[in-house]
């Protein structure tokens, strides 16, 4: 394994300076900090292997892999263009490979310039306006949908295939809707599952030990990566060094450890319960809002793994460099000492882009002169941890050389099994989300559901309106 093409941590900010009176001593890394992340470890080895953490297992299912590839390579044949309809895991995933991978704006351009391959839309949520407006603009002949719910279940997901059928049988006339359509959802069971099997369509399975936000190395982010032309064997490559390299106990040599041992104990310790997220390039924009999904339902728990209520689980929150210097930097730097910032940043770009030397006789412009936008974008994200560290705002620095297909990979399992470490820490259990299934519940029974009872929600107080 080639360390230095996998993500690294820098969290000198985090213990340095003014923080190293305050209970995040270098030391404790050694010491108790480090006993207690061995115990964390065990924990989420056990239960990896017992089966119950799939998304450990997907950089080696080889066959799984190899039914992707084949199938995208079908689809990417028989499409101009590709839409996702999923939301949360099921969508999210896809959306960070495609931005972070793609080129920039790739829906714009035509097949030609693309290579043939398709554009790559997401259908997440199901706002009318957005629905309309993409399907105006789409081919119903040669475009493709790829309906991605484990359960078969989701009011959203299946609201919006729901559309699409009716549309595609309106423009191509009756009994064409189903050869526009792929599912990505359970082996075995759901109503896609059962639709699958009654009209032929392509189905590939998301594994049952793999939770929808763990999902984007399954069949739910890399068959629309695929299809739209990215290495998804690259990106297992780098989950699965990444995994490897995550494989000890030792927090010293343990990246994802280090991550989730030292996010837990500035929010535990240190009162840091709001973890912002930062990269400081636009492709891993859409990795951000992975994150926050990931964080917030795997450690917002109200109760324990022994059943005892403790309402846990830090804040996640996305916020993109250099852009939000201009937004909530102030905040960072003086407000609450609530926020821990972990940066995202790389060694190159895709390509640069260089400032020209102009107007010398200007002050305000002759500096920028010779410099390259890259080299001021990544000045930038060092000067904002640097100057939080000046003011003792805790933050720390996820690095990789540049974004490509094995880094994602890697960057995608670093972030799961920290989380799950994490999960292990609070005392929770970071693969499972009870707490989103009673709004759920609600917006069935108010549709009709069957099975769901209508629910009684009291109207508006007039007293509480202006």
């Known amino acids: 394994m080639d360390a230095s093409r996998l993500p690294a941590i820098d969290f000198g900010n985090l213990v340095a ?4 009176g305050s209970g995040m001593e270098p030391r404790r890394l050694r010491g108790e900090l480090a006993a207690r992340f061995r115990d964390a470890h065990a924990e989420v080895e056990a239960r990896r292997k017992t089966g119950e953490a799939g998304f450990f297992d997907l950089p080696r299912d080889r066959p ?13 044949r028989r499409c101009d263009a590709l ?14 490979l495609r931005d972070a991978l793609l080129p920039p704006s790739w829906n714009e351009p035509d097949a030609a310039a693309r290579g ?4 790559l839309h997401i259908l997440d949520n199901p706002d009318p306006d957005t629905v309309s407006a993409l399907l105006a603009r789409l081919n119903p002949s040669r475009t493709l949908f790829n309906v991605v719910s484990k359960s078969g279940t989701t009011t959203e997901t299946m609201s919006l295939f729901l559309v699409v059928w009716r549309w595609l049988e309106d423009t191509l006339g009756a009994g064409k809707a189903k050869t526009r359509f792929l599912f990505t959802t359970s082996p075995e069971r759901g109503t896609l599952r059962q639709l699958a099997t009654r009209w032929d369509i392509p189905a590939l399975p998301i594994p049952d030990a793999v939770g929808g936000r763990f999902s984007v190395l399954s069949p739910a982010g890399l068959l629309p990566a695929a299809a739209a032309g990215i290495d998804i064997e690259a990106v297992l490559a780098g989950a699965g060094a990444m995994a490897r390299r995550c494989s000890t106990p030792d927090l010293a040599r343990n990246p994802a450890g280090t991550l989730a041992t030292l996010l837990h104990a500035a929010d535990t310790e240190m009162g840091a319960s709001v973890q912002v997220f930062m990269p400081y390039s636009d492709r891993l924009r859409g990795f951000a809002y992975w994150v926050r999904q990931l964080w917030a339902e795997s450690l917002g728990k109200a109760l324990d793994r022994a059943g005892r209520r403790v309402e846990t689980g830090p804040t996640p929150l996305p916020a993109f460099g250099a852009a939000d210097q201009h937004s909530i930097l102030q905040l960072l730097m003086e407000g609450p000492r609530d926020k821990v910032v972990v940066f ?21 412009l002759a500096y920028l002169g010779g410099h390259t936008l890259f080299g001021l974008l990544d000045r930038e994200r060092r000067a904002t941890a640097e100057a939080l560290r000046r003011a003792g705002r805790m933050n720390m620095t996820v690095m990789v050389g540049r974004v490509d297909a094995h880094s994602a990979g890697a960057l995608f399992m670093l972030f799961q099994i920290a989380v799950v470490y994490a999960g292990a820490l609070y005392g929770v259990d970071p693969l499972d989300q009870p707490g989103v299934e009673l709004g759920k519940t609600l917006t069935r029974g108010l549709m009709g559901g069957s099975g769901h009872e209508v629910p009684s929600i009291p109207p508006p107080d007039p007293r509480w309106r202006v």
């Not at 992707?68 to 689809?75: G, K, V």
């Open 17 to 20: 300076g003014v923080l190293e």
């Open 116 to 119: 043939h391959a398709p554009s």
């Open 344 to 364: 995202l940043g790389r060694e190159a770009p895709g390509e640069d882009v260089a400032i020209p030397a102009l107007f010398p006789d200007s002050p305000g």
């Open 64 to 76: 799984l892999a190899a039914r992707t590839r084949r199938l995208a390579d079908t689809s990417a």
């Open 83 to 96: 839409v996702v309809i999923g939301i949360g895991g099921s969508a999210l995933g896809a959306a960070a």
